[in-house]
């Protein structure tokens, strides 16, 4: 009886039987990725880089003692107290929610009279969220960013 004629399962079949599942996945894994969204990258990728490097820049340099802004929160009566510098031209504030976008705000200061800025803060909701405040002195600009935990 020749050994050759014999039919079955033997060990050649299943390497060919791993390689085709393997390929069947990484098919699978290529058509279920390209089908992704992807928001982390934008269309105009440069221009946001050199955006987010002049961001950096201005959170990095030294603010001088007599430009300096101090931002208090007082969770008992939901309000945000920002100390603006003197001299200061403009001032804006973000707040930003990781969690939902739809509740992020922005606020600009307009006032020209008065050192002190208050901001009702009914609208920050429980849990995590980032700020970043811009403001403007003697023709210098300045970013403070921080993060906030409402309880």
Known sequence: MNKSSKKGFHWGHGIILTFVLFGAFMAYFYIKMT????????DN?????????????LKNQKVPTSDTLHVQFFAKHKLMLVRLPM?????????FR??????DKSLVWTSKDGEAWTIPSEFLTKG?????????VNGHDYLKEARLLIN
Request: hydrophobic residues 30%.
């Open 128 to 136: 995590p969220w980032k700020y970043s405040v811009s403001w403007s």
């Open 35 to 42: 089908h992704q969204v992807i928001e982390l990258v934008g």
């Open 87 to 95: 001299g200061i031209e403009s001032a804006r504030i973000q707040f």
């Open 45 to 57: 990728y440069y221009e946001d880089g050199q955006k987010f490097q002049k961001k950096l820049d």
């Open 98 to 103: 990781p969690s939902n976008a739809q509740q």
